[in-house]
């Protein structure tokens, strides 16, 4: 597929894309009692259900970037943000709160990448100065509506589709976004890629989902109990 370049599609598609992850993160927390309502999900399972997107953004967002420069970050950008798109839309179908995080992991594995490359691609689509500057700006204002206007979307969609409307917003997004990042956005790699560390990424997942873990699910098995204290 021939691309064109064209860096104001490039900063619409990332800032649209860093506004819906960062909603995800924010806006499902006001959705928790409806959530455990319509899934008949006890407390801890509705925790994970929200959570299990937060670990995986966190543990994996500076893998990301240094795989978006080892092997392009408009390749790592799209597959982030399909795997975003498709994991929306299955968690609008999830039947449990197990399986909705599960997929909830999935989509903040996608969140991750995406957020991780979003940058470096704003960086390379243009020159130093004032215009990259700006596009940079732009992105971060976005994730920052997002943190200011998260709760009170969730609160709404909540309550007058139920909480599953909250995942279905990103779908129609999510593939307008694909479509303009397929045609629009210019591939681009570092010459000098960072290298990627697994072991330091294995440790970290385990310690926060440890920490995260006894958070959790303490209140519900003891604070005292093996299950609880083994993680840490």
């Not at 670990?55 to 950008?77: E, I, K, N, T």
């Not at 997002?146 to 139920?162: E, K, S």
């Amino acid at each position: 597929m021939r691309v064109a370049h064209r860096p104001a599609w490039t900063t619409a598609v990332a800032s649209a894309a860093g506004y819906l992850l960062v909603l995800d993160l924010v806006g499902v927390n006001i959705a928790l009692p409806d959530l455990r309502r319509r899934l008949d999900a006890g407390l801890s399972g509705a925790q994970w259900a929200i959570d299990a997107y937060a670990l995986a953004l966190a543990v994996l967002l500076l893998p990301a970037g240094a795989l978006a420069d080892r092997y392009g970050r408009r390749r790592m950008f799209i597959t982030g943000l399909a795997a975003f798109t498709a994991a929306s839309l299955a968690c609008v179908l999830a039947p449990t709160a197990g399986a909705l995080a599960a997929l909830r992991a999935v989509q903040g594995c996608g969140a991750a990448v995406l957020y991780g490359t979003a940058s470096p691609l704003l960086a390379a689509a243009y020159p130093a100065g004032r215009a990259r500057n700006r596009a940079i700006g732009v992105f971060a204002a976005a994730s920052g509506a997002a943190i200011a206007t998260g709760p009170l979307a969730g609160g709404a969609l909540t309550g007058l589709f139920g909480w599953r409307a909250i995942f279905l917003l990103n779908v129609p997004f999510g593939l307008v976004a694909l479509a303009i990042a397929l045609r629009s956005v210019r591939e681009s790699r570092d010459p000098r890629p960072r290298p990627f560390d697994p072991v330091a990424t294995a440790c970290l997942t385990a310690a926060l989902g440890g920490l995260m873990w006894a958070l959790i699910e303490g209140p519900h098995l003891g604070w005292g109990a093996p299950g609880v204290l083994l993680p840490l």
